[in-house]
């Protein structure tokens, strides 16, 4: 009988289902080819058709939105809990608390608010954002009926709103107010601050361009706006469609035939994958000769067809064709995460990684269900002699087994290398127990691809071992054999480092020693001895496959870090600033405002010495509330000068500060030279340029010049430079405050500074105390310009880039960039550890729980299978442990979360200490102290105590260091309703509240400045 292949899949099933889906892919093209066509004659009808059915979404859902609205502003107002909140006021003379605590229970959804109004109306507690009063308090049915409208808080917000009245019965008490934004604008845009606006929602979700026009007074055209009404008929709004051109709507109708194609592809794929996989599975166990049924011809077809799909899958781009913008799936395959050229794309995201590693570890499952097959196979075929020398023999197993060693140990840490290399996300933050979901994702990836590496390896090594017909467990001399293997072993480990520089030796060893082990204790034996789906036989091999792994994810981060430190050393010195070209824009750009032309024409009337003393309090005022003074470690100066050159009015924080006449000289100089430079840049708008010091040419300055602002015969002149060290009471430069971009942060983890002659002129972070260099580093620098050192300062240890730049300036001296970043101690690389073991058991965790079901079904059809106490101890013990390590990690963590919370809250009640006794210091005789806060200013107090700091009157907020934060709404000017609760009801004297900054999340704290009657 003629020997029956394994591919021999196409039955009558198979080939209807195959044939099926490709006539479904070539209707596919075919009808999308002809629809493609037809809408060039149909393009007209087709897009009023579209318009008309993307208002009626818009209305519906609008509709919808308000509905929602109504029915939870019903259940807020009919709450027992603030009726009688509001009977308790009135027995209790106009008494809030019972009102606040009542509306502090109510739960608001995101971009939400409410409030609660008597019915004067006055308000008397409120929860989320801050809206002002709408016109649905002039309404003829306020405080009667329900009323829905809309209200806009300046340029920056938009709410949809609901008004509904507080009844006792027929008595009217009051009224409450529920709304929900629908248009929020932010200042800048970053990883935190984002806008949010139904006109970008809708845009995206129908493919083409919607706009909205909230509120009733408009400056549009008519034409092509749809009005937008509630469902009682008030008008909230209008709407724009411009649906697509007739080119765009051709190739979007092209591309979603192409996705459909696409789904049709990748079904056919896997349909055949599947056939071949069942196929050889079922072959390998057959009861009667299996052997005789598997050709190596044949398993190597299976590797290519696999293969195959797994390049076709890249290069029809599936699933990521399907998962972009706001898709549920659309980060793993967002290449600003991972973006890697590393295997032919199989790299270029974290979902193509996953994927790749499925793909893998499919092969490496139907490998190890046929290596049995194989084994013989290899026996049959290749007929070694067992009678050669058990030395040559041992020799060419060796050898063999180093060749394998040496490939996996390439193509693991090269696919673990590229992930971290060529990825954007920390692998190693200290963000929790859990890792977030794409580092997960990418842990578990790397996971498989390890697994299947050793496993691969270690069935090779197990045919290896038979097919050389190499009987163990009788040799003699073991000893003598294990040492020779050992050397031989570290003898190739270090040729290999030496041949193959980018892989570390420490990895060749340790996979030599895994594929051993894997080869020796198979992690899969039969089901009728032990089952296979048990936790005796996952929880070690997560374990094995977390320490083979991990070391390779560390040392690449190092390598990782070890270039950024280089690249740190580099363009300290070369690289601009530009958190400080921002904020140098930010004051150019209020020079230019209507406010500042208004208050500088006010002056011209006034005598020159007057004048002068208020321009300098304008230059100054200009400054404020800007990111210009977070600038700790710049001399910042501003001055403004007549078209002529002549000084008229400057602000400087320098420390040290010549006679006016001095630097009015210096100033008109410097106009000059930066007058020349703005007429070759164009003069016009504004101009920001670095330049070296003025006194050091190895330091750098930058300036900002800016003439004819609002039309006023006035040139701004702002300039920044560095100085040798930070002052310890300045506010940070905030992150959150910048777009996107403006923020270095690839250098946030290191402290750099630069030694000249070996002293200290600037630093950055606090790593480097000491004001002078090492005689020692300078003499190994001479020798070597790039030294790197492991450093112990104060019982922490350091990783130490010295590197000896060479000046262009003549006798200018050595200097010397150190870059410092901190290690990590045994108990960091636990937890790191802990948290890849922990993505595995994840992994792992659906492949039990399912192999659990079956086999449970299985045993209810055969129960005559035998039951091993062993297998029942290690899964009791195994379960145990899983149990108590993620029981002992989850406490752990919320024992060290609550710890930081708490140091956090500490942190900011000794700061509000050290502001109110601050303010006693400055108090005349018994003055309060927030009686000081009417004669100084909240700047000042903030550069004195080195704080962002808000001043609120009763629950408005009076002043601000940081007014910005008002004026562009990040932070409401109301007091939250938490700390309102706290502070006026609690009796609390302190309160810390958690609140957000867009998507940023941070702690704020509020302490009390009580009057004379307490």
Same mark, same amino acid.
């Given at each position: 009988?003629s020997?029956?292949?394994?591919f021999?899949?196409?039955t009558?099933?198979a080939?209807?289902v195959?044939?099926?889906?490709a ?7 075919a009808?999308?080819k002809?629809d493609?066509d037809r809408?060039e004659h149909s393009y ?11 208002v009626?979404q818009?209305?519906e859902?609008?509709?919808r939105?308000f509905r929602e609205m109504?029915k ?6 009919s709450?027992?809990e ?14 809030r608390e ?7 229970t109510f739960?608001?959804e ?7 109004y008597?019915?004067?109306p ?6 989320g ?19 829905e409208?809309v ?11 609901v008004?509904?009245p ?14 929900t934004?629908v248009?929020v ?15 970008e929602?809708?845009?995206?979700k129908?493919?083409f ?6 509120g009733?007074?408009s400056?549009?055209a008519?034409? +092509?706006?749809?009005s ?8 909230v709004?209008?709407?724009?469609v411009?649906?697509a ?9 092209? !591309?979603?035939?192409?996705?459909i ?5 990748a079904?056919?794929?896997?349909w ?11 072959s ?9 049924r ?5 398993l190597?077809?299976y590797?290519l067809?696999?293969?195959?799909a797994?390049w076709?899958l890249?290069?029809?781009h599936i699933?990521?064709r399907w998962q972009?913008?706001k898709a549920p799936?659309?980060?793993?395959f ?7 050229v590393f ?7 974290i #979902?193509?990684l ?7 570890m499919?092969?490496?499952?139907v490998f190890?269900?046929l290596t049995a097959?194989v084994?013989e ?15 040559r023999?041992?020799?060419?197993a060796i050898g063999?087994?180093q ?9 693991t ?5 590229h ?8 692998l ?5 127990l859990?890792?977030?979901r794409?580092?997960?994702v990418?842990?578990s990836?790397?996971?498989l691809?390890?697994?299947?590496a050793?496993?691969m390896?270690?069935?090779?090594v ?7 017909r190499l009987?163990?467990?009788r040799l003699?001399?073991k000893?003598?054999?294990m040492v020779?293997?050992?050397?031989s072993?570290i003898f190739?480990?270090w ?17 030599t020693?895994?594929?051993?082990l894997?080869?020796a ?8 001895s032990?089952p296979?789906v048990s936790l005796r036989h996952?929880?070690?091999?997560i374990l094995g496959?977390?320490?083979i792994?991990?070391?390779?994810l ?11 430190m ?5 363009s300290f010195?070369?690289d ?12 150019l ?8 032309a ?10 020159e ?6 321009l300098d309090?304008l230059?100054?005022e200009?400054t ?6 977070a600038?700790a470690?710049?001399d ?5 000068h ?11 924080n320098r420390v ?11 100033d008109r100089?410097?106009?000059e030279?930066?007058g020349?430079?703005y007429?070759?840049f ?7 340029e670095?330049l070296?010091?003025?006194?050091d040419q190895?330091?750098?300055r930058y300036a900002g ?5 609002s ?7 702002v300039?920044?430079?560095q ?5 310890s ?12 971009g403006y923020?270095?942060?690839?250098y946030?983890?290191f402290?750099i500074a ?7 002129v ?11 260099l ?8 001479r !020798?070597?310009?790039e030294?790197?050192?492991?450093e ?12 000896l ?5 003549q006798r200018?001296?050595?200097t ?11 108990f ?18 659906p492949v039990?729980? #399912?192999?659990?079901?079956?086999r449970?079904k299985?045993?209810g ?8 106490f062993r297998?029942?101890v290690?899964n009791?013990?195994?379960s145990v ?14 024992v060290?979360? +609550? ?8 942190w ?5 200490e ?7 210091l400055?108090a005349k005789g018994?003055e ?9 200013s909240?700047?000042s ?7 962002d700091l ?9 002043q601000?260091?940081?007014?910005e934060l008002?004026?562009?709404?990040l932070?409401?000017k109301r007091l ?16 810390s509240?958690?609140?957000e ?7 704020a ?10």
């Open positions: 009988m020997e029956r292949s394994p021999s899949v196409w009558s099933t080939v209807r195959s044939g099926l889906l006539l479904m892919l070539v209707l596919t093209w009808i999308g002809w493609v809408i007209e009808e087709m897009i009023s058709s579209r318009e008309v059915e993307a009626k818009i209305q859902d609008l509709s939105v109504s939870s502003a019903k259940a807020m107002a709450a027992p603030l009726i009688s909140s509001f009977r308790f006021r009135e027995s209790e003379a106009g008494s019972k009102v606040v605590r009542a509306t502090s739960e608001i995101n971009r939400g608010f409410v409030e609660v008597d019915h004067a006055v308000l008397l507690a409120w929860n954002p801050v809206f002002p009063i709408d016109d649905g308090v002039n309404a003829s049915g306020f405080m009667s009926e329900s009323l409208g209200v806009r808080d300046g340029a920056e917000r938009t709410a949809l709103v008004w509904e507080i009844r006792d019965g027929t008595q009217i008490l009051g009224a409450l107010r529920l709304g934004m248009e604008f932010m200042p800048i845009r970053n990883d935190y601050l984002r806008d949010y606006t139904w006109g929602t809708w845009t995206r129908l493919g361009p919607v706009e909205f026009e909230f009733s007074s400056t549009k008519e034409e +092509g706006f749809h937008l009404v509630s469902p009682l008929g008030k008008q709004g209008r709407v724009l411009s649906p051109s007739a080119l765009d709507l051709t190739e979007e109708r092209a !591309g979603v035939y192409r996705d194609m696409a789904f049709w592809l079904l056919l794929l896997g055949i994958i599947t056939l071949a996989t069942r196929k050889l599975w079922i390998a166990g057959a009861t009667s000769d299996p052997f005789a598997i050709k190596m011809a044949h190597g077809g590797f067809l696999l293969a195959g797994r076709v890249l290069w029809a699933p990521s972009t913008g799936l659309a980060p793993l967002d290449p600003q995460h991972l973006a890697s295997g032919m794309g199989s790299l270029r995201t #979902g193509d996953f994927i790749t590693s499925v793909f893998l499919l092969a490496g499952l190890l269900r097959a084994r196979r290899a026996i049959n075929s290749l007929h070694f002699d067992s009678t050669e020398s058990f030395t023999r041992m020799g060419i063999i087994h060749l394998i060693a040496i490939g996996i140990a390439w193509f840490y090269s696919v673990a290398s992930a971290v290399m060529d990825s954007t996300l920390d190693f933050a200290r963000s929790g859990l890792p977030d794409l580092t997960l990418v842990f990836a790397l996971l691809v390890v697994f299947f050793i496993l390896g270690g069935r090779l197990w045919v290896l071992t038979d097919w050389l009987d163990l467990s003699p001399g000893a003598k054999l020779w293997f050992l050397t072993t190739v480990s040729l290999f480092s030496v041949s193959f520089s980018d892989v570390p030796w420490q990895v060749f060893l340790g996979t020693f895994a594929l051993v894997a080869a204790v198979s992690p899969i034996q039969p089901a009728r032990s296979i996952f929880v070690p091999i496959v977390s320490l792994l991990f070391p390779m560390e040392m690449s981060e190092d390598a990782k870090v070890r270039i950024r280089l690249d740190a050393a580099e010195q070369e601009k600033d530009a958190r400080v070209m921002f904020a140098l824009a930010q004051v750009d209020a020079s230019a405002s209507t406010d500042f208004r208050e500088f024409v006010e002056l011209e009337s006034l005598d010495v007057e004048r002068r003393f208020r309090s230059a100054e200009s404020r509330g800007f990111l210009l003074t600038l470690s710049y910042v100066t501003i001055t403004l007549e078209p002529t050159g002549r000084v008229l009015g400057r602000y400087s040290r500060r010549m006679p006016r006449a001095t630097r009015d000289a210096a100089s410097e106009f030279l930066f020349a430079m007429s070759e164009g003069s016009s708008g504004s101009m920001i670095k070296t010091g003025m006194a190895n330091r750098f010049f800016q003439g004819d602002p039309g006023l015969p006035l040139y701004v002149l300039r920044a430079e100085r040798s060290l930070s002052e009471a300045s506010t940070p430069f905030p992150k959150v405050l910048t777009p996107a923020y270095g942060d690839r946030t983890d402290s630069e030694f000249r002659d070996g002293v200290l600037r630093s950055q972070g606090q790593s480097f105390g000491k004001s002078f090492d005689p020692n580093i300078l003499d190994q620098l !020798g070597d310009p030294l790197w050192i492991s112990r300062i104060r019982d922490r240890d350091y990783n130490t880039l010295y590197n730049i060479e000046s262009p300036v200018a001296g050595s010397v960039i150190a870059i410092r970043r901190r290690t990590t101690n045994f960091d690389q636990l937890y790191h550890l802990l948290r890849v073991v922990v993505a595995g058991l994840f992994l792992a965790g039990y729980f #399912g192999g659990s079901i079956w449970l299985k045993k059809r055969a129960t005559n299978q035998p039951k091993r297998d029942r290690l009791a013990f195994f442990g899983i149990v108590t390590v993620l029981a002992m990690g989850f406490v752990g963590l919320e060290v979360t +609550g710890e930081t919370d708490r140091a956090i809250e500490s900011l009640k000794q700061h509000l050290r502001v109110e006794e601050t303010l006693l400055e018994e309060l102290p927030y009686r000081v806060l009417d004669r100084i909240v700047d107090l903030s550069a004195h105590v080195g704080l808000i001043v609120y009157h009763f629950t408005e907020v009076d601000a260091s940081r007014p008002i004026r562009d709404r932070i409401e939250p309703l938490a700390a309102y609760e706290a502070l006026f009801f609690d009796g609390f004297k302190f309160v509240v958690d609140e900054l867009g998507s940023f999340a941070y702690t704290g509020y302490r009390s400045l009580t009057d004379e009657r307490g």
